[in-house]
């Protein structure tokens, strides 16, 4: 067997338990911020990074590690994974420019007209 291999036997069970919760927790930050920008009514930055990350990294990736560099599962899993970090991380730099703040829907003032066809919103 090789000796370079380990499994999960092997080794500190907390570093393996936060190498292996990593990706999800970068996954769950990503579904987050996606949440977050999407509900904002700002729909096409998150369409992007998605489709750049299933597309564009995820599936790349993990042709690329699973099956030109030989690593198997081992590598498709991580390919999947590291797409899900990259996609976290452009996720947050547009989460902090901010731009997601400014509202998408212009909201209507109120005219009389509008007040007098709806008597409860009219005011006494």
């Known amino acids: 067997m090789d000796e370079q291999r380990r499994d999960l036997t092997q080794g500190s069970l907390p570093r393996t338990l936060i190498r292996m919760a990593l990706p999800i927790l970068a996954g769950m930050t990503l579904n987050s911020l996606y949440s977050l920008v999407d509900g904002s009514g700002h729909t096409r930055p998150v369409m992007v990074i998605s489709l750049l990350r299933q597309w564009g990294m995820r599936v790349p990736m993990a042709l690329i590690l699973g099956f030109v560099a030989g690593w198997g599962s081992l590598g498709i899993y991580g390919g999947l994974a590291a797409a ?10 547009v989460f902090s420019m901010g731009t ?13 007209d509008s007040a007098a066809a ?7």
């Open 84 to 93: 899900n970090v990259i996609a976290a991380v452009v996720t947050w730099m």
């Open 100 to 112: 997601w703040a400014h509202a998408v829907v212009a909201v209507r003032a109120e005219t009389p």
């Open 118 to 124: 709806n008597p409860e919103t009219a005011e006494p």
